[in-house]
Every structure is written in structure tokens, then in C-alpha cells.
């Protein structure tokens, strides 16, 4: 009974709203990835196309994600505001391929005129997406002056979805072994990492805050108004909510305060899964996938198994958590709840095999119409 109480904590504003965001940001990165590609198809626009990896290319993230950890865990400090300034540029670039969309549909809802300022890099460059690429930057730097956590997870969640639908997977195969390794990426770096190194890295880097380079530049020019700028910065990687969010918790407080949901291995990784398992589904209705033709027989039925998978297992993630009072390897139960449904049903519905190998192997007309580099 007490174990159960303890789980009520889930129910609370700042976790609730943590798993709902998560959830809602998992689906939106694997609907945009789709979108994206789409787009690029129509278009024969090639030249911002995604990266599609192959083998080796996938072994290699949980082996690059080891080392920038590493790098992350002794010489934070050292980079920490050159990580900073890249994390922004990084996100002035995100945000706007995040709201491009958004901005097309109000000027097609408005009939707005859009003419044609420049030309940028061999692409037609309008007077609404200047105002956007200004609006974007300016969104940077009030997350660079004031740190607020609002702000912080609106940079993140931009760059995971920009993130999603630049990387995509072939075919299931490929999933399931960058999600095997990276279970195992996981669980070493939460579970085993202190016997090496003395310290939990996984949670020391996620919990550590950057310098801010901006109060840096102010304060050697002893510009006015530096009390105004914050010191430290949490980056934008990691999704946080006040744990008191409904008690007005002043933005600057320490971290321990926040309740954190690592973007990468939490929810961009599972996002990629989903953004294949979309595309499975719109080869195989051969129509139009809105919002609405999920919902209906026109929609394929996979994601709608890895979805309620990876909720299930974040909120398994969470609980396990609390009830231990320690952290928890997120992919621990991420990869099970989430690549068991898919290839369960997969198997039964006897899709497994085009699912595994993907398009280019089921079926070689689908290669010429691949987005890959």
C-alpha cells in the first residue's frame, strides 16, 4: 500500500506534465521526420535531405556518445561555454526548421503576400522567414540572458526534432542494433560508470550547468544591467519542470529542484523508431497520412503499438525511480516496450520481413525514391 502511495507522485503537475510532453514531443519528431520527407520528395529538393545511417554508422553513436561523455565529465568546464555557443546557433537553426511550417500555414491561411528577399545559399530566402530567422534569434538570446526553463525546453524539443528528421534509420534491423547497444550504453553509464570512474557520469553531466559566455563577454566589458544576466545555464538536451510547477518556482534555483528528462537517449532515439514505423505505414497505405488518417482505416496500425509502448515504458522508467529513489537507465525499459510490440505484431501480420530489411531490399522500386546521403 505504501509502494503504491509513493507511485501517486506520478499524478502530480511537474511529473504529469513531464510525461505528457515527452510523449506529445516523441510523436510530433516521428510525424515531422514523415512531413520532412515528403516534402523533400515532392519538392526534388535534395540538398538539406537526411542521413540515413547504415551499420557502421550506427555502431558508432553509442560509441561517440561514450566519449563525449567522458569529455562532458572531466573537461566540462574547460568547454563549457563553447558548447554553449554552439548549442545556440544550433538552436536558432532547429527553431526555425521547427516553426517554417507553422509560419507557411498562417501565410496561407491569411493570404498574405511573401515576396522574395534574396537568394542564400542557392535557396529563395522571403521577407516571412527573415522575420522568423529574427524571431528564432531572439528567442536564443532571451534564453542566453535569462536561462528560464520554459525557454530551455522550447530550444530542446527544437532540436530534437530538427534532429529526427535530418537522422533516420533504413529498416528495423539497423533500429534494433543501435537500440541493443544503446541499452547496453545506458545501463553502463547509470549502473557500472561510479565503479570506474568515481562518479556516476551519466547523472554528474546531466546535471551539470554551463557557463554563460554572455555574462562572461558583459562582465570583462562591465557592460550595465549584468545582474540581469544569468551565470550558468542549464543546455538545452534535457526536457525540466520545476517539481513544485504549480508553486511558482523562481527561474536560477538549483538544479535539484527540477525534475529532467534527457532528450537523447529518452526521447530522440525513441522518436527515430516511431519516424521509421511512420514511413512503414505510409508505404503501405500508399495515401496521404494526416492526423486525422491515423485515427482511421486509412492508417497503418504500428504506431499506434510503439506509441502506448514508449509511454508505458517512460512511465515504467519513472516509477522504477521513485520507487528506488536512484537513477534509472531510461532505455532499460524504453527499448523493450517499444521494439517488442513492433516486431511482435509485425511477425504475426507477416511484415516483419519488409519491415526488417526495409525499402530497398523489399522492394528495389522504393530505392530510386529513397531521401538519403
Not at 573537461?75 to 538552436?91: E, H, N, R
Not at 511573401?114 to 529574427?134: A, I
Amino acid at each position: 500500500m505504501e509502494t503504491l502511495w509513493t507511485l501517486l507522485y506520478l499524478l502530480e503537475p511537474a511529473p504529469a506534465t513531464l510525461i505528457l510532453t515527452a510523449v506529445t514531443v516523441t510523436f510530433a519528431s516521428a510525424f515531422r521526420s514523415l512531413n520532412y520527407a515528403k516534402e523533400m520528395e515532392r519538392n526534388r529538393d535534395f540538398s538539406e535531405a537526411s542521413i540515413t545511417l547504415d551499420t557502421s554508422q550506427a555502431l558508432m553513436i553509442p560509441v561517440m556518445s561514450s566519449c563525449s561523455l567522458l569529455l562532458m565529465f572531466y573537461l566540462f568546464s574547460s568547454v563549457s561555454q563553447l558548447l554553449t555557443a554552439f548549442t545556440a546557433i544550433a538552436s536558432v537553426s532547429s527553431l526555425f526548421f521547427w516553426l517554417s511550417p507553422y509560419a507557411l500555414y498562417v501565410k496561407s491561411l491569411l493570404g498574405l503576400s511573401d515576396p522574395f528577399l534574396s537568394r542564400c545559399c542557392s535557396k529563395s530566402f522571403s521577407r516571412m522567414q527573415g522575420m522568423l530567422l529574427v524571431a528564432c534569434a531572439m528567442t536564443v538570446v532571451a534564453w542566453l540572458v535569462s536561462g528560464h526553463w520554459v525557454l530551455n525546453n522550447l530550444l530542446g524539443i527544437s532540436i530534437c526534432i530538427a534532429f529526427v528528421s535530418h537522422v533516420r534509420l533504413p529498416n528495423i534491423k539497423i533500429c534494433a542494433m543501435l537500440l541493443l547497444c544503446l541499452f547496453v550504453y545506458d545501463i553502463f553509464w547509470v549502473f557500472f560508470s561510479e565503479r570506474f570512474f568515481g562518479a556516476n557520469v551519466m547523472v554528474t553531466v546531466a546535471t551539470q550547468q554551463a557557463s554563460n559566455p554572455v555574462h562572461t563577454v558583459a562582465n570583462s566589458l562591465n557592460l550595465p544591467g549584468l545582474e540581469l544576466i544569468t551565470k550558468k545555464l542549464e543546455l538545452p538536451v534535457k526536457i525540466v519542470f520545476p517539481r513544485n510547477l504549480l508553486g511558482g518556482v523562481v527561474p536560477g534555483v538549483n538544479a535539484s529542484d527540477f525534475m529532467m528528462l534527457g532528450l537523447g537517449d529518452m526521447v530522440a532515439i525513441p522518436a527515430m523508431l516511431l519516424a521509421l514505423i511512420l514511413c512503414f505505414d505510409h508505404r503501405k497505405t500508399r495515401d496521404v497520412v494526416n492526423l486525422f488518417d491515423l485515427k482511421s482505416s486509412k492508417g497503418h496500425k504500428y504506431i499506434w503499438y510503439a506509441l502506448p509502448g514508449y509511454a508505458i515504458g517512460l512511465v515504467s522508467a519513472l516509477a522504477a525511480g521513485v520507487l528506488t529513489h536512484s537513477p534509472q537507465p531510461a532505455l532499460l525499459y524504453l527499448v523493450p516496450s517499444t521494439l517488442g510490440p513492433v516486431i511482435f505484431m509485425s511477425w504475426r501480420r507477416k511484415d516483419l520481413r519488409e519491415l526488417w530489411e526495409g525499402p530497398a531490399l523489399s522492394n528495389p522500386i522504393e530505392k530510386s525514391r529513397e531521401i538519403e546521403i
